[in-house]
T-cell receptor
Framework: SQQGEEDPQALSIQEGENATMNCSYKTSINNLQWYRQNSGRGLVHLILIRSNEREKHSGRLRVTLDTSKKSSSLLITASRAADTASYFC???????????????FGKGTLLTVNP | DTEVTQTPKHLVMGMTNKKSLKCEQHMGHRAMYWYKQKAKKPPELMFVYSYEKLSINESVPSRFSPECPNSSLLNLHLHALQPEDSALYLCASAKYAANTGELFFGEGSRLTVL
């Protein structure tokens, strides 16, 4: 079952504006990751935030994590047309009784940045 | 080399065919994954291999048969598929399966079952 739920499902903005996407999850996690996927392509890892971290930055990306609310947000500042893609949050969970972890993806946000 | 290479990029097969999808990585990663992704949906985990052993099978039908011949290669053997199995199949790798860090994805194999 999917753990992460992003909102909004779709977001359309103008170039130069900021884009904020949210992710909520249900169970405790070790880390939360954000991935980007251009249409029909593979996923690209953007950023990982651990459960004991509250905020992380990488270039134009800012991720926050609130474990008490089981939610995370991804902020892309000064967006560009090339940022147009689907963005997924992903949470880890151990397999039932096992020692290996699996990454489960949320439904994703489709971001369109208009030039 | 930070690439995961998947072949073929596109595959069309009939319901009685047998085909295979291949995935290769040379990053020394010991965990490899198969995900299935339908249009406008998130990737769904199918299988996890850790140190060349199958460690997670997400109740995938037996018409999908994974194989990990060595630490660099991952195959997905396909037999007697259904049209609803048409999807983008994504391979990914990670350093270890016991500690989920970043996953490196291939570009996927787009499968169409007629």
């Amino acid at each position: 079952s999917q753990q992460g739920e992003e909102d909004p499902q779709a977001l359309s903005i103008q170039e130069g504006e900021n884009a904020t996407m949210n992710c909520s999850y249900k169970t405790s996690i070790n880390n939360l990751q954000w991935y980007r996927q251009n249409s029909g392509r593979g996923l690209v890892h953007l950023i990982l935030i651990r459960s004991n971290e509250r905020e992380k930055h990488s270039g134009r990306l800012r991720v926050t994590l609130d474990t008490s609310k089981k939610s995370s947000s991804l902020l892309i500042t000064a967006s560009r047309a090339a940022d147009t893609a689907s963005y997924f949050c992903a949470t880890d969970a151990s397999s039932s009784g096992g020692s290996n972890y699996k990454l489960t993806f949320g439904k994703g946000t489709l971001l369109t940045v208009n030039p | 080399d930070t690439e995961v290479t998947q072949t073929p990029k596109h595959l069309v097969m009939g319901m009685t065919n047998k085909k295979s999808l291949k995935c290769e990585q040379h990053m020394g990663h010991r965990a490899m994954y198969w995900y299935k992704q339908k249009a406008k949906k998130p990737p769904e985990l199918m299988f996890v291999y850790s140190y060349e052993k199958l460690s997670i099978n997400e109740s995938v039908p037996s018409r999908f048969s994974p194989e990990c011949p060595n630490s660099s290669l991952l195959n997905l053997h396909l037999h007697a598929l259904q049209p609803e199995d048409s999807a983008l199949y994504l391979c990914a790798s990670a350093k270890y399966a016991a500690n989920t860090g970043e996953l490196f994805f291939g570009e996927g194999s787009r499968l169409t079952v007629l």
